[in-house]
Nanobody, 116 residues
Framework: QVQLVESGGGLVQPGGSLRLSCAAS????????MSWYRQAPGKERELVAG????????DYADSVKGRFTISRDNAKNTVYLQMNSLKPEDTAVYYC?????????WGKGTLVTVSS
């Protein structure tokens, strides 16, 4: 049974940091490209960051470059999103996605709220 379980969300002040985790099970994690998406209220889901399953290369949305860092630990079947210098516009539900050869899986999301 495939599972992606996000954690680490919460309320943080502007300028603060959070680290999200996504624990995966039920598939061969190291071969899958992993990514983080987010969906703010009233907006479409958007790609935040991704990390390849082949060579570990990463990619980021322009809005988070220089502030967010995606990483993966294949030994722990976990992908992380380190978020620094958070802004109110980063407020959203953050989702983890796994993709490989036309198959993809989603987690249920974790809420991040950036507010003073």
């Amino acid at each position: 049974q495939v599972q992606l379980v996000e954690s680490g969300g919460g309320l943080v002040q502007p300028g603060g940091s959070l680290r999200l985790s996504c624990a995966a099970s039920g598939f061969f994690f190291s071969t899958y490209a992993m990514s983080w998406y987010r969906q703010a209220p009233g907006k479409e889901r958007e790609l935040v960051a991704g990390v390849s399953g082949v060579d570990g290369s990463t990619d980021y949305a322009d809005s988070v470059k220089g502030r967010f860092t995606i990483s993966r630990d294949n030994a722990k079947n976990t992908v992380y999103l380190q978020m620094n210098s958070l802004k109110p516009e980063d407020t959203a539900v953050y989702y983890c996605k796994a993709a490989f050869s036309g198959r993809f899986y989603w987690g249920k999301g974790t809420l991040v709220t950036v507010s003073s």
